[in-house]
């Protein structure tokens, strides 16, 4: 069955520091995703991955990066987190390939103090 | 700007009947429509898509309804079931990397 595990489910940090939200997905996934979920936003995309080593800016990219060192992992770092990324934060992942749909993570819950 | 809207934040149904949840989306390049379902303190799950050729996608209880013209789909599910209670979240991709999401409606199922 298709699985994508997300590091923490909760994560308490303070503002200024720096964090990393981790994913793995254990069904070798070409691409990858990063979101964070607000209330009346819905989800928006931070940055997504076609293949290890390379990135692409979402709709909200600013005071985030993201690592993709191997295919079935895709790091999402808060450079100095600050309170305006708490937020619920959702890994995705998809095959290549025509269009499919995504199979998610359960997220992780970030609170910035 | 929000390129796909749901515009109910809500919705209640009695157990049986028929929940009907509307999603608009602007762009005319999206030629492919999905819905996913979230329960709380999980992540959304795939339930139906929709591609642009078709207008009318069934599976089970659940049928997508896509009206091109007016740049509007609908999620019917019929008959309704205390379990299928959930944020709905509907979105569509023009090239198939990208998804852009609505802003969820939270169906409740009442018994």
């Known amino acids: 069955d298709v699985k994508v595990t997300q590091s923490s489910r909760y994560l308490v940090k303070r503002t200024g520091e720096k964090v990393f939200l981790e994913c793995v997905q254990d069904?070798?996934?070409?691409?990858m995703f990063w979101y964070r979920q607000d209330p009346g936003l819905g989800l928006r995309l931070i940055y997504f991955?076609?293949?290890?080593?390379?990135?692409e800016k979402g709709d909200i990219p600013e005071g985030y990066s993201v690592s993709r060192e191997k295919k079935e992992r895709f790091s999402l770092i808060l450079e100095s987190a600050s309170t305006n990324q708490t937020s619920m934060y959702l890994c995705?992942?998809?095959?290549?390939?025509?269009?499919?749909?995504?199979?998610f993570g359960d997220g992780t819950r970030l609170s910035i103090l | 700007d929000q390129q796909v809207k749901q515009n109910s934040p809500s919705l209640s149904v009695q157990e049986g009947r028929i929940s009907i949840l509307n999603c608009d989306y602007t762009?005319?390049?999206?030629?492919?429509f999905l819905w996913y379902k979230k329960y709380p303190a999980e992540g959304p799950t795939f339930l139906i898509s929709?591609?642009?050729?078709?207008d009318k996608n069934e599976d089970g209880r659940f049928t997508v309804f896509l009206n091109k013209s007016a740049k509007h789909l609908s999620l019917h599910i019929v008959p309704s079931q205390p379990g299928d209670s959930a944020v709905y979240f509907c979105?569509?991709?023009?090239?198939?990397?990208?998804?852009?999401f609505g802003t969820g409606t939270s169906l409740t199922v009442i018994p």
């Open positions: 991955s076609y293949d290890v080593k390379m990135k």
């Open positions: 069904m070798d996934h070409e691409n």
């Open positions: 929709i591609s642009s050729i078709k």
């Open positions: 995705a992942s998809t095959a290549q390939g025509g269009i499919q749909p995504q199979h």
């Open positions: 762009n005319s390049m999206f030629d492919y």
């Open positions: 979105a569509a991709s023009a090239t198939g990397n990208q998804f852009y």
